[in-house]
């Protein structure tokens, strides 16, 4: 097990740098940089930008030195915890991302939770209940979770919400009240009112995959001899269903759970666009269009570390939960 975790965190280590420089190369592709757009900028407003001035402002952005030493100062500086100052905002980026990370980080795991209970219920019950009438239900609503993009689906249930009941409730997260006041039990019962709709939306997709994931895979155990034979022992239905073929059934999922981060990381991104969420989404979207390397490198580091660590967390779960499954 010890062998395990350290080859397992040493190829972790190892794809966040590969990820690091593949952002940061990234980042880096469209022609000009920050300045040019700073110096555009600074023009059309009528004030006049000289060689001297743009060098001066150069110099202190740090966009005089060579990409390599960029890099080094900048994953540097990551590594201690210091992600830099933003050009854009002209703010440290721990201050810009740190309220929007908390609230990505609840809104995911939430998402994560709520998608994978829903799924395992979902799909046990369409299982148990093969070509009745339900599992074709649950099936048509499954087919229609995965081709719906989530973006779509936030958009109809804006313009259902402002067309047909003439509100725009389903923006942000918090009431107008509490958008800017200080965290308390009023503002999280607050936030439990406005993040169900969120959930449901960025997590269809997950929802409707991992419930034919687990469909299919409890009636492939179900149709297995071990359980025949616990049947014909005269074991009850519900202890070989909770105690033989739901512990085997599960495993497909809990794989899929750790792949199923960055589905929710893209979707939060273009749902929070539609949806004005106070999430990282917008921020990084805004980052990357204004070139903002910063900011855009310490948002596409924190994804990876959320992305890499999730699927740690899930080849733990799995070892754990089938004890077949080798720690090599």
Do not use: C
Not at 184 to 194: C, E, G, M, T, Y
């Amino acid at each position: 097990m010890g062998k395990f975790l350290i080859n397992r965190l040493l190829q972790m280590l190892f794809t966040l740098w590969v990820i690091s420089v593949v952002s940061f190369v990234a980042i880096q592709l469209p022609p000009g940089d920050f300045l040019d757009r700073k110096i555009e900028q600074l023009e059309q407003r009528g004030t006049a930008v000289n060689k001297e001035m743009a060098d001066r402002l150069r110099r202190y952005y740090g966009l005089d030195r060579t990409y390599p030493e960029q890099y080094l100062l900048w994953i540097f500086r990551f590594v201690q915890g210091d992600f830099g100052r933003s050009f854009l905002h002209e703010r440290p980026v721990t201050e810009l991302i740190s309220n929007r990370l908390s609230l990505t980080l609840i809104l995911g795991i939430s998402i994560l939770i709520s998608s994978w209970l829903l799924a395992l219920i979902l799909g046990t019950y369409a299982a148990l209940r093969k070509y009745s009438l339900s599992d074709h239900i649950l099936t048509t609503l499954a087919f229609f979770g995965l081709a719906t993009p989530n973006f779509l689906l936030a958009l109809i249930a804006l313009v259902i919400s402002v067309y047909y009941f003439d509100t725009g409730s389903v923006t942000g997260l918090f009431s107008p009240e509490f958008q800017d006041a200080p965290w308390s039990i009023a503002k999280v019962f607050d936030l439990a009112q406005h993040i169900w709709l969120p959930i449901l939306i960025i997590g269809a997709s997950g929802i409707a995959g991992l419930m034919r994931i687990m469909r299919g895979s409890l009636l492939e155990v179900l149709g297995q001899e071990f359980i025949l034979a616990a049947r014909a022992r005269g074991l009850s239905q519900k202890r070989v269903l909770f105690k033989h073929a739901l512990k085997l059934a599960i495993n497909p999922m809990i794989t899929i759970a750790g792949l199923q981060i960055p589905e929710i990381i893209a979707g939060e991104i273009l749902v929070a666009v539609v949806l004005n969420l106070p999430t990282t989404g917008p921020l990084f979207l805004e980052a990357l269009r204004h070139q903002d390397m910063y900011l855009a490198g310490a948002l596409l580091m924190i994804m990876a570390l959320m992305l890499v660590v999730g699927n740690f967390i899930a080849d733990l779960m799995l070892a754990w939960s089938d004890p077949r499954i080798s720690y090599s």
